[in-house]
């Protein structure tokens, strides 16, 4: 699912968050002196702000992969039998590491302003449905 600015969504599972706390006015450098943890029970609501896509690195073999593939597209139809079967065993070796690559391509993350006044940021989308 792919998650807009302005959706509707709502947490699909229970959230623990948990860590340390600084009061109000205090300077940062205070930090550890109090811990804290809030739940927030799956169904609660809120609008996307922001969503954030990452893109992950390519490898060797992807770099490769995408090289070959597009060099046989665009040329294997004019190159002679045995070099268009060689290109094609040699883009056949890197397929499972293409497609590992496509499953993870993408990651993305949003920022969501629950109704209960919390506000998420630089969560991963499979955290919420929509609403």
Not at 69 to 94: C, H, I, N, T, Y
């Amino acid at each position: 699912m792919t998650l807009n600015v302005g959706q509707r969504v709502r947490l699909a599972a229970d959230l623990r968050l948990a860590g340390t706390v600084t009061p109000a006015g205090e300077p940062p450098e205070e930090t550890g002196a109090f811990t804290a943890s809030v739940a927030l029970a799956a169904g609660v609501e809120g609008t996307v702000e922001h969503v954030d896509e990452h893109h992950r690195q390519q490898s060797h073999e992807v770099r490769e992969y995408l090289r070959l593939k597009s060099l046989l597209d665009d040329f294997g139809d004019q190159m002679p039998p045995a070099s268009r079967k060689q290109l094609e065993e040699q883009v056949g070796a890197l397929e499972e590491q293409w497609a590992a690559y496509r499953r993870r391509m993408l990651r993305v993350t949003v920022r969501v302003r629950l109704d209960n006044g919390f506000v998420l940021d630089d969560v991963p989308e499979e955290a919420f449905a929509s609403a």
